[in-house]
């Protein structure tokens, strides 16, 4: 017992200096060994150690004799009385990352491991590429190749001679071109001899030598130009030397010299032209339209295009632009006005661009309406009526615009109304008592007033226009209903001249011209009435009548029942008394049958274009007080043609005026 005591006081005191403590630091909870025990016995869960052994942490007591001894945990190795961790590399959650730890091996330490790259996420990273991956990284550029005719990269004309070009010989004396810093000097067989010195006396003028440092070789200077050296030379002229040049042609010298005219000098002279400072009686219709058009289409019919040398060769600056062509209920107005206000601007430019354009005026057609009979509008002609005056000023409204103020203003002199006559009828009887009762007159005067004083949308006044009418005065021959009609006609047009003031000027249609009865002279120097009794010579004297007394007469008409129409005596002025300032002219009648040889109407147009020639001079039907040059005289014709010119001659022989 002793020896055992004594002995475990031993190996305690042995264990105390390995490590044995009062303090249990065991990581296993054993029990103690009993007093007795010489070994351990058990398992390695039921190892014996003396009662005082204590352990360090991390340790496994080991089963000894009477002894306090013990091993390490896996990962741990002795170290004196301790367990020290073995020193096996980085630790994953010890907060560092390091060794081969990685965001994949340990997340604790490294953190989470970013998203790998994948090609269309818009994001050009990782091993990406323009190669690998052109949708995120965008295109690769094409690599410079040779022959893609392309001198770009590293290629040059030693690498790729396809795409660069030959390379430049380098300058060489004697290569037959002169180049680099090869001179005339430096290389006499590739740049060519040096030039010698210029020298006075070696027959070539060159250097700084002239006519006068080296006259052997430049030649003798020219004299110069001196007045009166009997040379026109140099800037000499008929103005600044007439001693050299002669004297001017007067014609060119911006003066109308008191010997020139304008025939002989139209340069010069443009003032002594007849119309040049505007021609007020003088003036010709340009029948641009047609008066028919195509049924199905219902579009717009006009002559072929007339010239600016044409327009010159009236002679005259007075035009009225007639687009002609009635409007039906069926058609489309706006683009059949559009289409007329087109080629009205048309002339209106072609004439202001002409010859003394400045002192030219023009009128213009408003577009006229088919007259329905009272049937086809129920009796309600005031609707129709009200309907054409509306659509009417709208086409105005849109000529002006088209034109521009400064035309308007200025050059534009009228409107023309190309109705004929007063239209009235059984349901539309001529009222002579109150005349604005009267449709169709009221529609004149509507639109006389409109174009007298109508405004923009801004309120601002358009410059005043005058009206131009030009009514036919009634044929006396049985085609044309009975004399009680006649006499009605001939009063309505008489009203609306002598009583209103919605015409400026009228120029009335004998209808001589177009007449079916016409007079022919015999070679003998009779006349001949053909068919029967000409009643347009009564009409041709009643104009001349209204011209000299500017009020409105009636012609001659047989068989006029004056119980019937009361004021038909011929020569009477309808209504009594002329009340208004409207002026009375007389139109002028002309066509192509007048110089068409073919034609089977040949001789009876020259025989009646003739006649109202030798009226309207006063050659025959002679009428006191009658002077055609105080008077509006205006020219219709029908057509242009082959005829043209000589209808054009006609006119100026009646005007006696030159083309410009």
Same mark, same amino acid.
């Given at each position: 017992m002793f020896r055992k005591t004594a002995f475990s006081l031993f190996f305690c005191a042995a264990i105390i200096s390995l490590g044995c403590s009062n303090e249990s630091n065991s990581a296993q909870d054993n029990p103690p060994c009993e007093e007795g025990d010489s070994q351990c016995e058990g398992t390695s869960q039921q190892n014996c150690v003396p009662e005082e052994c204590t352990f360090p942490a991390h340790s496994v007591a080991k089963c000894v004799d009477d002894a306090c001894d013990f091993d390490c945990e896996e990962g741990y190795e002795k170290d004196g009385n301790s367990c020290a961790a073995v020193n096996s590399g980085p630790i994953c959650g010890d907060h560092k990352c390091e060794g081969d730890e990685t965001c994949t091996s340990c997340e604790q330490d490294c953190g989470k491991c970013e998203a790998e790259p994948s090609c269309g996420d818009q994001q050009c990273n990782g091993e990406e590429t323009c190669e690998t991956c052109e949708q995120d990284c965008g295109k690769c550029e094409a690599k410079p190749s040779c022959g893609d005719q392309e001198c770009n990269g590293e290629e040059t004309c030693e690498t790729c001679e396809q795409d660069c070009g030959k390379c430049a010989a380098e300058p060489s004396c004697g290569d037959q071109e002169c180049n680099g810093d090869e001179t005339c000097e430096t290389c006499e067989q590739d740049c060519g001899k040096c030039a010698a010195e210029p020298t006075c006396g070696d027959q070539q003028c060159n250097g700084d030598e002239t006519c006068e440092?080296?006259? =052997?070789?430049?030649?003798?200077?020219?004299?110069? $130009?001196?007045?009166?050296?009997? =040379?026109?030379?140099?800037? #000499?002229?008929?103005?600044?030397?007439?001693?050299?040049?002669?004297?001017?042609? $007067?014609?060119?010298?911006?003066?109308?010299?008191?010997?020139?005219?304008?025939?002989?000098?139209?340069?010069?002279?443009?003032?002594?032209? $007849?119309?040049?400072?505007?021609?007020?009686?003088?003036?010709?219709?340009?029948?641009?339209?047609?008066?028919?058009?195509?049924?199905?289409?219902?579009?717009?019919?006009?002559?072929?295009?007339?010239?600016?040398?044409? %327009?010159?060769?009236?002679?005259?600056?007075?035009?009225?632009?007639?687009?002609?062509?009635?409007?039906?209920?069926?058609?489309?107005?706006?683009?059949?006005?559009?289409?007329?206000?087109?080629?009205?601007?048309?002339?209106?430019?072609?004439?202001?661009?002409?010859?003394?354009?400045?002192?030219?005026?023009?009128? %213009?057609?408003?577009?006229?309406?088919? %007259? $329905?009979?009272?049937?086809?509008?129920?009796?309600?002609?005031?609707?129709?009526?009200?309907?054409?005056?509306?659509?009417?000023?709208?086409?105005?409204?849109?000529?002006?615009?088209?034109?521009?103020?400064?035309?308007?203003?200025?050059?534009?002199?009228?409107?023309?109304?190309?109705?004929?006559?007063?239209?009235?009828?059984?349901?539309?009887?001529?009222?002579?008592?109150?005349? /604005?009762?009267?449709?169709?007159?009221?529609?004149?005067?509507?639109?006389?007033?409109?174009?007298?004083?109508?405004?923009?949308?801004?309120?601002?006044?358009?410059?005043?226009?005058?009206?131009?009418?030009?009514?036919?005065?009634?044929?006396?021959?049985?085609?044309?209903?009975?004399? #009680?009609?006649?006499?009605?006609?001939?009063?309505?047009?008489? /009203?609306?001249?002598?009583?209103?003031?919605?015409?400026?000027?009228?120029?009335?249609?004998?209808?001589?011209?177009?007449?079916?009865?016409?007079?022919?002279?015999?070679?003998?120097?009779?006349?001949?009435?053909?068919?029967?009794?000409?009643?347009?010579?009564?009409?041709?004297?009643?104009?001349?009548?209204?011209?000299?007394?500017?009020?409105?007469?009636?012609?001659?008409?047989?068989?006029?029942?004056?119980?019937k129409c009361a004021a038909c005596s011929a020569g009477k002025v309808v209504g009594d008394t002329k009340t208004s300032k409207t002026k009375i002219g007389v139109q002028m009648e002309i066509d192509w049958e007048f110089t068409d040889t073919k034609s089977t109407n040949y001789k009876k147009k020259q025989d009646l274009y003739q006649q109202t020639v030798d009226c309207f001079n006063n050659k025959t039907d002679v009428i006191s007080g009658y002077d055609k040059n105080k008077y509006t005289f205006s020219y219709y014709w029908g057509a242009k043609g082959s005829t043209f010119s000589q209808l054009q001659a006609k006119v100026r022989e009646f005007y006696g005026v030159e083309p410009f």
């Open positions: 440092t080296c006259e =052997q070789d430049c030649g003798k200077c020219e004299i110069k $130009p001196s007045c009166g050296d009997k =040379q026109c030379n140099g800037d #000499e002229t008929c103005e600044t030397c007439e001693q050299d040049c002669g004297k001017c042609d $007067p014609c060119g010298n911006h003066t109308c010299d008191a010997d020139e005219t304008y025939a002989s000098c139209k340069a010069d002279c443009m003032s002594k032209h $007849p119309c040049a400072n505007g021609c007020p009686t003088k003036m010709a219709f340009l029948y641009v339209g047609v008066n028919s058009k195509d049924d199905t289409t219902h579009k717009y019919k006009y002559y072929n295009d007339l010239t600016v040398e044409e %327009i010159d060769a009236f002679g005259l600056t007075d035009f009225v632009i007639t687009t002609a062509y009635s409007y039906r209920t069926d058609d489309d107005t706006d683009k059949l006005s559009k289409e007329r206000i087109q080629v009205s601007k048309k002339y209106v430019d072609m004439i202001l661009n002409s010859t003394n354009g400045e002192n030219k005026h023009v009128w %213009i057609t408003v577009p006229a309406w088919k %007259i $329905p009979s009272c049937k086809d509008v129920s009796n309600n002609m005031k609707t129709f009526y009200d309907k054409v005056t509306t659509d009417t000023k709208k086409y105005i409204d849109d000529l002006r615009a088209a034109l521009g103020e400064d035309i308007w203003n200025n050059h534009v002199k009228g409107i023309y109304i190309p109705y004929e006559s007063v239209v009235f009828s059984d349901c539309m009887k001529f009222d002579t008592s109150n005349l /604005y009762s009267n449709n169709h007159l009221k529609m004149f005067k509507d639109i006389s007033d409109y174009v007298r004083t109508a405004k923009t949308a801004d309120g601002k006044t358009w410059k005043a226009k005058s009206m131009l009418w030009s009514p036919y005065m009634v044929k006396n021959d049985n085609y044309w209903y009975g004399a #009680e009609y006649k006499c009605r006609f001939n009063t309505a047009m008489g /009203y609306a001249i002598n009583k209103t003031d919605i015409f400026d000027l009228v120029v009335i249609q004998p209808g001589h011209y177009f007449s079916v009865i016409y007079q022919e002279k015999l070679s003998s120097g009779e006349t001949k009435v053909i068919q029967k009794k000409d009643g347009q010579t009564a009409n041709m004297h009643a104009i001349k009548q209204s011209i000299v007394g500017q009020a409105f007469v009636y012609p001659e008409i047989d068989g006029c029942d004056k119980t």
